[in-house]
């Protein structure tokens, strides 16, 4: 059974910083990107970041953000621990939000639709 499993999150002040980790079991995930996306009460599931395997013909991994964290947040991966991370600075008020960690193989889009694989999510919040 694939499980993808969050951590880190919790209650942090505007101008803070946490550091967001997903484990990820049940498979082999070579080859799978993984990303971080987030939901606001209200709102839709929104895309944070994602950073794929490799690069296409195996070079550089391919990275992205959404425009409303680019410069504060930063992901990385450990593909020996099947573990994706989120470090997110500067925070803000509107960063609060469940967090959630996906997973798919090849190159997924910002696309909600194009991961195959949720965590349960973990709760950021920012006090102003």
């Known amino acids: 059974q694939v499980q993808l499993e969050e951590s880190g999150g919790g209650l942090v002040q505007a101008g803070g910083s946490l550091r967001l980790s997903c484990t990820a079991s049940?498979?082999?995930?070579?080859?799978?990107?993984m990303g971080w996306f987030r939901q606001a009460p209200g709102t839709e599931r929104e895309f944070v970041a994602s950073?794929?395997?490799?690069?296409?013909?195996?070079?550089?991994?391919?990275?992205y953000y959404g425009d409303s964290v680019k410069g504060r947040f930063t992901i990385s991966r450990d593909n020996a621990k099947n573990t994706v991370f989120l470090q997110m600075n500067s925070l803000k008020p509107e960063d609060t939000a469940v967090y959630y960690c996906a997973a798919a193989p090849g190159f997924p889009t910002q696309a909600i639709w194009s991961w195959q694989y949720w965590g349960q999510g973990t709760q950021v919040t920012v006090s102003s």
């Open positions: 049940g498979r082999t995930f070579n080859g799978f990107g």
């Open positions: 950073l794929s395997w490799s690069g296409a013909g195996g070079g550089t991994p391919l990275i």
